[in-house]
């Protein structure tokens, strides 16, 4: 099992960046493809954007163009750097695998607020 944890979200205004951190417990990003995630209330989680072993990137169309995903295997980690935020961001995110169908234990996520 691998433990992931969310950081980075926060209150912002329309029109502003953040950039979030998904830290993992152990070495994985070589053999996972990793997938960024949210959840706004009432909605069901949805990908926004994926990476794979390869590096190769994906987007939903909601956020390209916005947003870029990117990791660094020695640090075990993944990123999501977001800009031009709006209101319709406003959701809890969330890192796991991606493209399989197969999760790990979801985390706590990271909260990000968008609103003025």
């Known amino acids: 099992q691998v433990q992931l944890v969310e950081s980075g979200g926060g209150l912002v205004q329309p029109g502003g960046s953040l950039r979030l951190s998904c830290a993992a417990s152990?070495?994985?990003?070589?053999?996972?493809?990793m997938g960024w995630y949210r959840q706004a209330p009432g909605k069901q989680r949805e990908l926004v954007a994926s990476?794979?072993?390869?590096?190769?990137?994906n987007y939903a169309d909601s956020v390209k163009g916005r947003f870029t995903i990117s990791k660094d295997n020695a640090k075990n980690t993944v990123y999501l750097q977001m800009n031009s935020l709006q209101p319709e961001d406003t959701a809890v995110y969330y890192c796991?695998?991606?493209?399989?169908?197969?999760?790990?234990?979801w985390g706590q996520g990271t909260q990000v607020t968008v609103s003025s």
């Open positions: 152990r070495s994985i990003l070589s053999f996972y493809d």
């Open positions: 990476i794979t072993t390869a590096s190769r990137t």
């Open positions: 796991n695998r991606a493209r399989s169908g197969i999760f790990w234990d």
